[in-house]
């Protein structure tokens, strides 16, 4: 509660802080149940091969339709899931569903899939992605997991452990938003990462204002090519950048030029509209990538 008049300038933040102390709560309360009661939904975004136009595979990212708030961004709830510890049986929702839905599609097509660092922490880990294949009845090497940069920095031996009975399993694992973190040559020579992700900020950059930006940005993504991982640039929603990434063989991009994150239904809708077996496959899912 408020102080004194002495403490002006405490008497002016304190409601404001406590607005937020109880907005926090409530979002905390309501996440509780939202799983119980289906609010979340996955949706799925492809990426794209950059040389052959065909869709590699498709990134789940979660969503959370909340009866009053609408839809609630993942950047809004999932810091809080994390610190509450909601993130482990969300994210088990989270592989279980993908895997499921994965199941559905034609088996050279990937799932990716975001871990949070806080599920490293949880021994259930490896058993819970071990179950999400098992149950789907997809191959081990389709799943995709991509992991930030800040996740392995944390806590890196327990990570590095962790990853590597993943690997160990044929599950691909894929270093999310490159170059926003602190990567060093010699942590990046140590990690089994199949993939880089580049992150959005360099790849709208590429395009962008002063020469300077978009130099910085196109080192970023000559170095992530360097590194002789698949590189996916993240974010392209220009015929510019895609070009750029093209000159400078990128592998694969995803992003609104080809596709936002859409619903299951709709990913099944685009799988059915590739061409039947006798046509070669490849143009059609050019046009299914925009
Ligand atoms: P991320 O994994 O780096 O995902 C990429 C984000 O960029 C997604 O935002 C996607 O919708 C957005 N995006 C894709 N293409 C474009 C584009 O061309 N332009 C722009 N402006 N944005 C684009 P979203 O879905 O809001 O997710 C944000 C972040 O939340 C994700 O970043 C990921 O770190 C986290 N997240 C999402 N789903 C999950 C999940 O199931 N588990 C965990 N642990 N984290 C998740
Ligand atoms: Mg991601
Ligand atoms: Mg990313
Ligand atoms: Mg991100």
Not at 88 to 94: I, N, Q, R, S
Not at 146 to 159: K, N, P
Not at 199 to 206: K, M, N, P, Y
Not at 270 to 277: H, L, S, V, Y
Request: charged share 25%; hydrophobic share 45%; net charge negative.
């Amino acid at each position: 509660s408020a102080k004194s008049g002495a403490r002006g300038s405490f008497r002016f933040f304190e409601p404001e802080l406590d607005r937020q102390l109880q907005a926090r709560r409530s979002l905390e309360r309501d996440m509780r149940s939202a799983l119980a009661h289906g609010e979340f939904e996955l949706h799925y975004q492809p990426f794209i091969h950059v040389v052959s136009g065909e869709t590699c595979g498709f990134e789940a990212l979660l969503r959370w339709n909340h009866p009053e708030r609408g839809r609630v961004s993942p950047a809004d709830f999932i810091p809080l899931a994390e610190e509450t510890g909601l993130i482990v049986p969300l994210g088990e929702w989270v592989l279980m569903t993908a895997c499921a839905e994965a199941a559905k599609w034609p088996d050279d097509l990937k799932i990716a899939v975001n871990l949070s660092p806080v599920q490293f922490r949880s021994p259930e880990l490896v058993p819970v992605v071990m179950r999400a294949l098992a149950n789907a009845g997809i191959a081990s090497h389709r799943l995709e997991l991509e992991v930030t940069e800040t996740a392995i920095i944390h806590d890196s031996e327990t990570v590095f452990a962790v990853l590597a009975q993943l690997h160990a399993l044929g599950v691909r694992i894929a270093l999310d938003d490159f170059g926003t973190g602190y990567s060093s040559l010699s942590f990046l020579q140590k990690f089994p990462f199949d993939k880089v992700k580049i992150d959005r900020s360099f790849v709208s950059e590429l395009s962008g204002a002063s020469d300077e930006s978009r130099r910085i940005a196109r080192a970023v993504v000559r170095f992530a090519v360097s590194l002789g991982k698949t590189t996916t640039a993240e974010g392209v929603e220009t015929r510019e950048q895609l070009d750029i990434l093209r000159a400078d063989a990128c592998v694969e991009v995803q992003g609104f030029h080809f596709s936002p994150p859409v619903q299951g239904a709709r990913v099944a809708q685009m799988i059915g509209e590739r061409a039947p077996a006798e046509t070669p496959r490849p143009a059609v899912r050019r046009a299914m990538a925009g």
